[in-house]
């Protein structure tokens, strides 16, 4: 007769068949927000250069940028980055991919779809308990460790 083990005792991940640590394991929180933030200041920096405002030193034109086209070049460049190298430009830099649940390629669809959401910013920030953000549960894919 098999034990039975509390639903705490599992793992992020465990349920869709991923290991506990090391690759292919579900990348966690910090690892995330890093890569995140990493990815938002490239949009800025790029923001600034095509949009620039024309008062205040640079620190004042990265906080007054536009705010609509510095969220336009986040979405183009994860999808770009995602379909093309499986991860965006954060992602890489801190050792995670994006992967679809099911063996194949993520496709365009899949990081279109997924970026859309992560814009609207409420599904990334409700997370089941394999830490898998509403964004990627309604896509089929996981972010995980490389």
Do not use: Y
Not at 79 to 97: C, K, Q, W
Not at 109 to 115: E, G, L, Q, S
Not at 119 to 137: E, K, Q, T
């Amino acid at each position: 007769m098999p034990s039975a083990t509390p639903a705490s005792a599992d793992w992020p991940g465990q349920r869709l068949g991923l290991p506990e640590r090391g690759p292919r394991s579900i990348a966690r929180g910090g690892r995330r927000l890093l890569a995140i933030v990493l990815d938002w200041v490239l949009a800025s920096a790029i923001s600034v250069g095509f949009f620039p405002t024309t008062h205040g030193d640079l620190a004042d034109r990265i906080l007054e940028s536009n705010s609509f086209a510095t969220l336009g070049i986040f979405a183009v460049l994860q999808i770009i980055f995602i379909a093309t190298l499986g991860g965006s430009v954060g992602h890489l830099v801190f050792g995670m991919r994006v992967v679809p649940l099911n063996p194949a390629w993520v496709g365009v669809f899949k990081p279109a779809a997924r970026t859309v959401l992560l814009c609207l910013f409420i599904p990334a920030v409700i997370w089941d308990r394999d830490h898998r953000g509403l964004h990627d549960r309604l896509v089929g894919t996981v972010l995980v460790r490389r």
